[in-house]
C-alpha cells in the first residue's frame, strides 16, 4: 500500500490579497435642462402604458417589411424601381441616422420588426404578459434562456458585422435580393438567439445596425430616465430590470435606477408598465447630452462609423471609377480589387484612424501635463468626440441620398415591386434630383454643426479628467486638430 | 390571464399580415391582366441579352440564363405585348409588322397591342445599345394561319450570348479574332463563321453582308498572301510606314481595303440604304467599336475572317 501512500505537500503561508471592492458606479449627475414629455403631450403616457403599445407600433412596420421581403424577392431586381431597395437604403436610412436617432434615440428600435418573431416565441404573447419565475425574472418566458457568453457582451460583434455588411454595401444598395438576404438573416437569427438565449441577445450583441444607434443615441435629444433615482434604489421589486405582472423584465437587462445614457434604451417601454412607483420620465434634454464612452468597443464602434462614412462619400459620391469598380466586385469580378479595398476599409476603420487618434490622445497627455491619469481614461473620455462628428458627418453624407434620388420613393409607392401597377398614378414619376447644386450648403452647415459639439466637448471632456481649464484647454489642442481635420477630410469629398 | 381578447386580435392582424398581404400581392401579379386580349409579358434582360416570356425577379436575375421568347399568334388576333425592363434601356422593334422601335427604360413597363394580318415569321429586335450581349437581342413573331396547318422550322436567329471571362492567352491571332467575334457579338449579324444569311428588313441588300469573303473583299488572291498578311498582324506592324512592301499580290490595293475596312470597324455605318424609303428603317446598322476594340483586336478579328475563306473551292 505504500506506493500510494503520497506525501502531504507542504503548505506555504500565502498572502491572501484581497480584492478591492470596485467602487458601486453612481449615475452621472444630469446637466442642462429637462422637460418629460409624458407631462407635456396629452396622452403619450396613457398610449405608451398600453399593453398593446409596443404590438401597435411594430405592427405596421411588419406589413411594410413584409412588402419589402416581397419585392425584394418577386419584384424587378432594379434597384432603384424595387421598393426594398428604395425604401431600406434611401428613405430609411436617411430617417434613422437624420431624424430618429438625433431627436428619437433609440425608438427605431422600439418599432422594428426584426426581433419580432424572437419576442414573440420567447414570450409566447403578442400583448398580454405571463407572471412566473425565469431564471431572476419575474415573467414565465420560454425558450432555453441562457446568459450570453460573458466575454461577447460587449459590441464587438456588432462593429464586426457592421464593417463585414458594409463591405459589401455596393451590392446591398443596388441589389434587392442581397438586401433581402442581409434582412433575412438578421430576422432568422433573432429568432433562433431568442430560442436559446435569455431577452434581445441578437438586439444587445449582434444586430449591426444596433451598434451605430447605441452609440448615436447619446446624441439624441430625448431620454427615458428615472425621474428620481433614490425612488429606484429604494424600490424592492426593481420591476424595471426583472418584470412584473404588468410588464416584461427589460429586454436589455436595464434597471432605470443607474440608467444614465442612451446606449442601451431600446425605448420598448415595458418599464412604464413594469415600475410600481410611476418613477420614469421621458425627457426632452439638450443635444449631446450623454458625454461618456465606456468601452473600447464602444470607440471603436466610432472610428468604424467614421471611416465608413469617409469611404461612402468617396465610392458613392466620387469620381473615382476604379474605385467603384473594385467595390462591385460581383459584376466586375475585380477580385484582387475588391481585396485591396477590403483591405484598405478594415484597416483604415480599424487600425489607421485609432492610431491617429491614439498619437493625438499622447499629445493630449503630454501637453495636458496629465501622464498620471491612466491611457484608456483619456482615450475613452476623448473618443466622445467621434460621436458628434461621425453622426453630423453620415448626416451630410445622407443629405444628398435623399435629395437626388428621394423622387425614386414617389414612383415606387405606386409600383413597389417593378411589376406595372400605378395605384397612385406616380409609377413613371421621374427621376428629379431636388436642388443638387445647393447641397453642399447643408452638407457644409451639418459638417461645422459637428465640429462645434467636438470641439466644446473636447474642452468639457479636458476639465473632466483634468480638472483644471488650462490643462484642459491645452489638452484640447490636439484633439481639436484632430476633428478639424476630420471635418476638412469630409469638406473635401463633399466639394470635390 | 388579462388581454385575452386583444391576444387573439393581436395574432389575427399578424397572420392577416404575414399570409393576406402575399395573397393579395400575388392575386394583382403582372401576368395575365389584359382583359379580353391575350397578354404575353416580355421582359428585356441586358446580361442575357434575350427579351423573355419568362418570370424575371430579384431572386432569379442574377443566376438564371433566360432564353430569347418566341411569340406565337394566329392571323388577325390581337395581343397585349407588356414590355418590361430588368435593367437597362431597351428597345422592342418589330419593322416588318410595323412597330416600334419603343423604348423602355430600366423598371418601367410598357404595353402595345399586337395585330398581325400576315402569316409569317418575323424577327423582333433591341436596337439600344443596352450592354455587352446587346447585338444577340432579338426574337421572333410567328403568325399562323391557324395553330396546326402551318409549321414552322425552328430557325435560329441569332447566337447565344455567353458572357465569360476571355482566356488570359491566345494561340495565335486568328484563334483571338474568332473569340472577339462571337463575343463581341459580330456574329450575331454576320452570322456563324461569316457565313451572313442575316436578314436586315428594308435594308437595299436583304441581308446583312457576309464575310467569311473578306479575303476576296481586301484583295487578298492567294492563301500564302493570306498567311503572309495574317503573320503581319501578329507581329504588329504599322502597314503604313512599312519601308519595304510586303512580297504579296497587289499590296496597295489590300492596303487600301484594309484602311476602309478598318475605319468602318472603328467609326461604323449608322446610315443603312432602305430599299423603300416609305417602308420603316432597317434595323441592323453597323456600330462603331472605337471604344471597345483596340487596333489589335482589329486585327485579330481580320485575321480570323481572312482565315474563314475557302480557299480550296478556288484552287
Redesign the interface.
Known sequence: MSEFVTETPEIEPKTVIRKRPRPKKEPTPVKGFRLDLFDWIPGLKKFVRL??FQ?LVI?PN??VF??LF?????????G???I?IVFIWILWWFILIAVMVPFASRIWCAICPMPFFGDWLQRR?????RSGKTKGIKNKMFGRNLRWPKRFSNIWLQNITFLTMCTFSAHLVT???VT?GVLGSMVLLATVLALIYRMRTFCNYICPVSGFLSLYAMTATVELRSKDTDVCLKCKTKGCRTGSEDGWACPWFVYMGKLDRNNYCSLCMECMKSCPNDNIALNLRPFASDTQIRGYDEAWKGFIMLALAMAYSIILLGPSGTIKDWANVAET?AWGGFAIYTLILWSVALVIVPGIFYGCILLTRRLAKATHIPMKEVFLGYSYLLVPLGLLAWIAFSVPLLFVNGSYIISVVSDP?????DIFGTA?FPWTPLWPEYLVFPQIALLLIGLFYALNHSYQIGERLFGSSEAALKGSIPMGVFSVGITLAFLKFFTG | ????I??VL??S??IA??VG??VA??Q???SNSGGNVRVIHLTGVMKSGVWTDEE????N??WKSFKPATITLQKGEEILL?L????GTHSFYVPELGIGPIIIE????KEILLKANHVGEFTYYCTTVCGECHYFMRGTVRVVRNTTDIVFSDTKISSECILH?PPENFTSFVAKGEYLYTYKGCVACHGEKGKGGVTNPNYVNEFVPQLDNLADKMKIYWEEDADTIIKLFESNVDFRSLEDEPPIDNYSRFLAQYQSISNKILNGSPIVQKLDTERPEPPLAMPAWEEQLSKEDINSILAYLISLYPWDEYD
Do not use: C
Open positions: 399593453r398593446s404590438f405592427l411588419l406589413f413584409h412588402i416581397i419585392a425584394g424577392i418577386f419584384g424587378t431586381p432594379v432603384n424601381k424595387n426594398m404573447a403578442l400583448i398580454k404578459v441589389r434587392p435580393i433581402v469580378h415591386l417593378g411589376w406595372g401597377w413613371d | 390571464m388579462k388581454h385575452g386583444q391576444e393581436a395574432v392582424m399578424t399580415v404575414l398581404l402575399p400581392i400575388f394583382n401579379g403582372p424575371v425577379n430579384g431572386l436575375y442574377w407588356r418590361t425592363s430588368s435593367d430600366a423598371g418601367h413597363t471571362d
